[in-house]
């Protein structure tokens, strides 16, 4: 499926900075496969194997092992008239040039995984979130199908009215990058009060907006700690920032 509001809602912004970059280097790049359904997912594996044509990937559908399916990837194309023949149809793929390896680099530069850089399979026209690792093990683990990670988004997308209210301030707030990374906090949260977002790890920084009270935050393992607190940087819908962790179940 090539819609790219089915990504997850992090990758949706990192698309829009890949795209930018790439118009400021004048490389044209459309964006081709998002998220993939497991019956999606089975007919690739079917290629090469009980279908026509030759192998195109190792993960079968049920097993939910290709990040496609876990809206944390996405694939590009060239819409560029590479060979000099006056169309751009018959270039989406032709790296002649050495295009996905220049679009490779400045995704990389904006933190997405490439697939280019993979060993095996050598994936170039393939981009990723990089927080749960190369492949689906670590997803698995954490929520078993995509179902049940997409629904995580959900409620962390679902902003309040009052919040939306205060995104003139959010706009303003400069967020500060986390000190620290451990996979041990990696999941999402509950919000056991109403709780204050802020653009740093400390009681006196800026709050972008205060989150209610039994939402879900996502932790991406990212935080700082002051003293004995640990601010975890966290994403709430389109916001993301520094929560107390003592007030998140
Ligand atoms: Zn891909």
Redesign the pocket.
């Known amino acids: 499926m090539r819609d790219t509001t089915k990504l997850h809602p992090r990758l949706q912004e990192k698309i829009a900075e890949l795209l930018e970059l790439c118009e400021k280097n004048k490389i044209k790049i459309g964006i081709g496969?998002c998220v993939r359904t497991v019956a999606e997912q089975d007919a690739l594996y079917a290629k090469g194997r009980t279908a026509a044509g030759s192998i195109v990937t190792n993960c079968k559908g049920s097993s939910y092992s290709?990040?496609?399916q876990w809206g944390v990837?996405?694939?590009f194309y060239l819409i560029m008239d590479v060979d000099g023949d006056g169309k751009t149809s018959d270039d989406a793929f032709n790296d002649a040039t050495g295009l996905f390896e220049k679009v490779g680099k400045l995704g990389q530069t904006i933190g997405l995984e490439w697939?280019g850089a993979w060993k095996s399979p050598v994936?170039k026209?393939?981009?990723?979130l990089p927080d749960w690792g190369s492949t689906a093990t670590k997803l698995k683990q954490l929520y078993g199908t995509p179902e049940k990670f997409m629904a995580t988004w959900d409620s962390t997308s679902k902003v309040d009215q009052t919040a939306k209210k205060e995104t003139v301030t959010a706009a303003k707030n400069k967020v500060e990058a986390a000190k620290s990374k451990n996979t041990k906090y990696v999941k999402p949260y509950t919000t056991k009060a109403n709780l204050n977002l802020r653009s740093g790890a400390g009681a006196g920084k800026d709050i972008i907006l205060t989150i209610p009270k039994g939402k879900t935050v996502m932790c991406y393992g990212y935080y700082t700690k002051v003293g004995s607190t640990v601010w975890l940087f966290v994403q709430y819908g389109k916001y993301a920032g520094f929560v107390s962790k003592e007030y998140l179940a």
Do not use: L, T
């Open positions: 496969e290709s990040m496609h990837a996405f694939d697939g994936d026209p393939h981009f990723q």
